[in-house]
């Protein structure tokens, strides 16, 4: 079945610094890519998302490329804050059904 | 102004004895989704509704119901708890067509723990 892979955490950074946390899928088809992000006590947000190959999602700051050929979708921002410390969910949504799965996700902890 | 409500927050139960868990959206999405998601793993999905719809994961256990009696509610329910069932419980809800269309919106959570 479906499956996403990210890398193990917690991921500890200074602020300023600069973030990649990996993720890479195994699906049949050409399934959509998310990322989601939950923060302390808070349920799950959409951070950005891409529906097809080459396709680059972004907000605030962060950005993920779709890339068919080596099946991933990392994320990455450039000048982390305090206020990203998290967990990130890299997930994927089969095109042929409503069913998401999703990675074990990855803390994220950055420091002042 | 919360789209994606759950109630309660936390939730504290005794071992078998039975507990239901509420949802609401104001989204008016079509398809609603129960995850369980235990300490430090990804949210599991145990079952959905499109529309009138009920979709079970194969391997959600059959301690675990739900109902949708209209749009904008769902509840799980837990017929007997176990020590294993202490988990968060994330509802979502997406919309199969139109422009959010394939994104999940979640609600805060109930967390659940069984004495």
């Known amino acids: 079945g479906d499956s996403v892979t990210q890398m193990e955490g917690p991921v500890t950074l200074s602020e300023e610094a600069f973030l990649t946390i990996n993720c890479t899928y195994t699906?049949?088809?050409?399934?959509?890519l998310f990322w989601y992000v939950q923060y302390p006590g808070e349920g799950l947000q959409l951070l950005l998302k891409?529906?097809?190959?080459?396709d680059k999602g972004s907000n605030k700051g962060f950005e993920a490329t779709y890339r068919k050929e080596t099946t991933s979708f990392h994320l990455e921002k450039g000048s982390v804050q305090v206020s990203d410390s998290a967990v990130y969910f890299c997930?994927?949504?089969?095109?042929?059904?409503?069913?998401?799965?999703f990675g074990p996700g990855t803390r994220l902890s950055v420091l002042p | 102004d919360a789209m994606v409500i759950q109630n309660p927050r936390y939730q504290v139960t005794q071992f078998g004895k039975p507990v239901t868990l509420s949802c609401s959206q104001t989204?008016?999405?079509?398809?609603m989704y129960w995850y369980q998601q235990k300490s430090s793993q990804a949210p599991k999905l145990l079952f959905h509704?499109?529309?009138?719809?009920?979709?079970n994961e194969a391997d959600t256990p059959d301690n675990f119901q739900s109902r949708r009696p209209n749009t904008s509610f769902c509840f799980l329910d837990i017929r007997s708890p176990g020590l294993g069932d202490a988990a968060m419980y994330l509802c979502?809800?997406?919309?199969?067509?139109?422009?959010?269309?394939?994104?999940?919106?979640f609600g805060s959570g109930t967390q659940l723990s069984v004495l």
């Open positions: 979502a809800t997406s919309r199969s067509t139109g422009a959010s269309q394939g994104k999940l919106f």
């Open positions: 997930a994927l949504r089969d095109n042929y059904g409503q069913n998401f799965v």
């Open positions: 989204l008016n999405h079509n398809v």
């Open positions: 699906a049949t088809g050409y399934p959509s």
């Open positions: 891409a529906t097809k190959a080459d």
């Open positions: 509704y499109y529309d009138k719809d009920f979709n």
